[in-house]
């Protein structure tokens, strides 16, 4: 669901960004209140892995859509909702400028649609009430699919409002609604499948890193150490990133899918200082538009960009967790 510029207007798309900023400086404000160092690898890490993840277009069968992992469940119910949506943003930022993957207008809807229901909703209303009296592989498969499904159809649906209010005439609202939640129901089923995979390894493996679970779960002895958990993750986003990439789905992921469906293109045009300046700056930073090397259409260039993607999540996380000061240099040492 990464919009692009021509979307949304710049009215909406400065809303959207001083509702998202506001949020995420409410967000440091929390993790900074949390003082917890552990959870600065786990941030950088898990970013890491939602980012390459992402990259993993998966197709919707018998639709010719595909859709991709958001993330911002996986990272709340392992993070809390502040630290992940702090962790998304990082995500978020990084494919916008490095990648040119959704418009930098946009950023602000992007990193609402995507980040807020699956850290906000997600964690506080689905993930922490299944938790409260301890975690199970049930307990975590069912908050996994409800999870996902329910905040990517809320994500699904702010797209199309937020079109709706930018007078995007050639997605009229009642049709692109239509189309919009039942494939984004589908890709959030699948979503919940891979989210609840992820969660039961980290279960199995160190249950104290997810959040919000209850005493006994907290009692359970993991099968590996902290740093071996975080270890296995930083690979899968490495194997993610670098190689299964190369095998994503060429199909449109749902929005342009719905979008060749309502108006028959995925690429809408808008002119205007605000897009033309956005868009300027967007040429400048991505340095790997689409992915993939410039001017070349060399599968490496998808590789590459996968791994340096992920280690530029993991340096831009971890050193804002340092900039902000997320926890006491005294403390850390205890």
């Known amino acids: 669901m990464h919009m692009a510029d021509a979307l949304v207007a710049p009215a909406v798309a400065g809303t959207m960004y001083v509702l998202s900023t506001g949020t995420a ?27 390459a993840t992402q990259m993993l277009n998966f197709t919707i069968p018998g639709t010719g859509s595909s859709g991709h992992l958001c993330g911002g469940m996986m990272l709340s119910a392992m993070l809390g909702p502040f630290a992940g949506f702090f962790t998304m943003i990082g995500v978020l930022l990084v494919q916008c400028l490095l990648f040119a993957d959704g418009g930098l ?56 409002i937020e079109t709706l209010l930018s007078g995007i005439t050639e997605l009229p609202f009642s049709v692109f609604v239509a189309t919009m939640q039942p494939i984004h129901l589908a890709i959030g089923f699948v979503e919940g499948l891979i989210t609840a995979a992820v969660l039961v390894f980290v279960y199995e493996a160190r249950p104290e890193l997810l959040w919000g679970v209850g005493s006994e779960t907290k009692a359970k002895e993991g099968k590996l150490s902290f740093k071996n958990t975080i270890a296995v993750i930083a690979v899968l986003a490495a194997i993610c990133g670098g190689i299964v990439s190369l095998f994503a789905s060429a199909f449109p992921d749902g929005l342009e899918w719905s979008m060749e469906q309502v108006a028959g293109t995925s690429e809408l045009e808008a002119t205007g200082g605000a897009y033309e300046t956005a868009a300027g700056i967007q040429e400048t930073t991505s340095l790997l538009p689409d992915y993939a090397f410039s001017n070349s259409e060399s599968v490496l260039g998808t590789s590459f960009s996968g791994i340096v993607g992920a280690i530029v999540v993991v340096l831009i996380t971890v050193g804002a967790c340092y900039a902000f000061k997320f926890f006491k240099k005294k403390d850390a040492l205890n």
């Open 25 to 51: 400086g409410l967000s440091v404000k929390k993790v900074r209140e949390e003082n917890d160092p552990k959870k600065i690898p786990v941030m950088g890490v898990m970013g890491a892995f939602v980012f």
């Open 105 to 160: 207008l946009a950023l602000g809807c992007n990193i609402w649609n995507m980040a807020f229901y699956g850290c906000f909703v997600g964690a506080l209303l689905i993930w922490k009430p299944f938790m409260k009296k301890g975690a199970s592989r049930a307990k975590i498969i069912a908050a996994s699919i409800i999870g996902c499904v329910l905040t990517l159809q809320m994500g699904a649906f702010s797209v199309t």
